[in-house]
């Protein structure tokens, strides 16, 4: 079992809080294909929660000390019906992230874009040119 200073649990205590439970126990108890499932789980995500069903608080406190010692995990935290356990995955298992960089692009000089409003200096002096033919209800008289 890993001992984690508080430091480093309430770290993971952070991490964990929005994950679901991914690994249900229920009446069979820690069965062999539970347990497998609870290494497949640390293996992929390091830090899971599992969800124990029907037990009293005794009974769960036994059971995340017994998942502790048979997966070498550490116990992060338990609350109500849920376990929070973290294990390291090993350092042949971990992703290897690569950046890559990107070769400089060639500098070209391109043509800046045309402003929103553009003015036609010979027609409408000063004036905005409009941006499409727009058609819109007749205007209200006013009655008066």
Not at 79 to 95: H, Y
Not at 106 to 120: C, E, F, L, M, Q
């Amino acid at each position: 079992m890993t001992d984690l200073t508080p430091v480093q649990r309430r770290a993971l205590r952070a991490r964990a809080h929005h994950l679901n439970p991914v690994v249900s126990v229920a009446g069979n108890g820690l069965s062999p294909s539970v347990l497998a499932e609870i290494n497949h789980n640390l293996a992929a995500h390091e830090l899971i929660k599992v969800r124990v069903y029907g037990e009293d608080r005794d009974a769960r406190e036994q059971l995340m000390a017994d998942i502790c010692e048979q997966t070498g995990a550490a116990s992060i935290q338990h609350i109500g019906n849920i376990l929070v356990l973290w294990r390291e995955a090993p350092a042949e298992e971990k992703p290897a992230v690569e950046v890559k960089k990107r070769a400089p692009r060639p500098s070209v000089d391109k043509p800046k874009a045309r402003a929103a409003y553009t003015r036609d200096t010979t027609a409408n002096r000063g004036k905005p040119a409009s941006r499409t033919a727009r058609t819109s209800a007749p205007r209200r008289q006013s009655r008066g």
